[in-house]
């Protein structure tokens, strides 16, 4: 398994134990593209790399990223010669870890392939690396029905292509279990804010950087303003793209709390305590609907219309007068509220993994 990225471990842990209980011999490999959040869920998870590449440089470029971690995997790769290589999402190290591969003729499994918005340029890179990696794959573990269409409709063979249903919906799943079981209060003390009209934002992906992000912070200014009843808690991004723009529209707003980025854990308690989620997160998108909470989506295009064919959230883009007015809708409206909070999750039912390590099982010996 090699991953480099929080929202790829979150996803990759359920398969990963479930291998483990299958005894199935599994060795992880992390880039560290994002080395912090990064080791946040590897901590909380009680998981431990067997090779840590410890890729991360103080303003990396996606050269820098590709071409370490290209020769850095060529050397793991083979001195453990893998049956199969198994990655996730859309990341560089995915698309990487996936050249890597194929470049020594090892096999390839995407989880979460298929996922398209058709623009190449958004989001960038990520659109390009899930369409690469589809192409370098061997195995394609599609999260839902919508995305083993746009498999087949690029061409790729049907005996390839399985739906699994979103390993993030498992991982929350376990998250939420842990976080009941440990009756942890310490969640509720550090994460104290009051409003029952509370709206979690978080961005961070590139193409919000400039204009984009600032019209988010100038929308975000003006829902609080607008309505004296309602929280933001924003965990900002360690990006200086993002946090630079943030702190100079946003720091000291009454009513906005501005916080360091949270803990896995940390952040599935406080999604299930929002009234609202305005993201650009692909990964929140899936998870939401699963805890009965609106998203508002701030991106021109996303590669999740599940959600949006479902009526669990809608694409809002990143212009500040139709967030504050998609915003104030739902705060406004109880039936509008109401539809988009009901409990329908297209990603899955918590089980994807499980049938990630049956269908790796019954056809390993025939690819």
Request: hydrophobic share 40%.
């Amino acid at each position: 398994m090699i991953f480099g990225t929080r929202p790829e471990a979150i996803k990759m842990v359920p398969v990963f134990r479930e291998l483990q209980k299958h005894q199935i011999e599994t060795k992880i490999c992390i880039t560290a593209q994002h080395r912090s959040m990064l080791d946040q869920v590897l901590t909380f998870f009680n998981v431990k790399p067997d090779y840590d590449l410890n890729l991360m440089q103080k303003n990396q470029t996606l050269f820098d990223i590709t071409i370490n971690a290209l020769k850095a995997l060529e050397e793991v790769l083979k001195q453990e010669n893998p049956d199969i290589v198994l990655v996730q999402g859309d990341t560089t190290t995915t698309f990487v870890g996936s050249l890597a591969a194929f470049y020594l003729k090892i096999k390839v499994g995407h989880i979460e392939a298929g996922l398209r918005t058709w623009d190449k340029l958004n989001p960038f890179p990520e659109e390009n690396n899930r369409r690469l990696t589809d192409i370098l794959s061997d195995i394609h573990f599609a999260p839902t029905e919508f995305a083993r269409k746009n498999l087949l409709n690029e061409g790729f063979s049907e005996k390839s292509i399985f739906v699994t249903g979103n390993t993030g919906i498992d991982a929350l799943f376990m998250t939420l279990k842990q976080i009941n079981e440990s009756g942890d209060q310490s969640f509720s003390r550090n994460l104290n804010f009051n409003s029952e009209k509370l709206i979690l934002v978080t961005c961070h992906r590139r193409e919000s950087f400039g204009d984009s992000l600032e019209n988010i912070c100038i929308a975000l200014k003006r829902i609080v303003n607008e309505n004296k009843y309602v929280e933001i808690v924003y965990p900002v991004h360690l990006n200086p793209n993002i946090r630079n723009t943030v702190n100079k529209h946003l720091i000291g707003t009454d009513r906005i709390h501005l916080i360091e980025p949270l803990d896995y854990a940390s952040f599935v308690w406080l999604m299930n305590k929002s009234y609202i989620i305005l993201t650009d997160s692909g990964g929140v998108q899936e998870e939401a609907p699963s805890l009965g909470k609106p998203v508002l989506v701030l991106r021109e295009r996303t590669e999740r219309q599940e959600a949006i064919n479902a009526g669990t959230a809608k694409l809002v883009g990143t212009k500040s007068e139709s967030i504050f007015h998609e915003t104030q809708k739902l705060l406004q409206n109880i039936d509008e509220y109401k539809n988009m909070s009901q409990v329908i999750n297209p990603y899955g039912d918590g089980q994807a993994a499980v049938r990630i390590v049956d269908i790796l099982s019954r056809v390993m010996p025939e690819i």
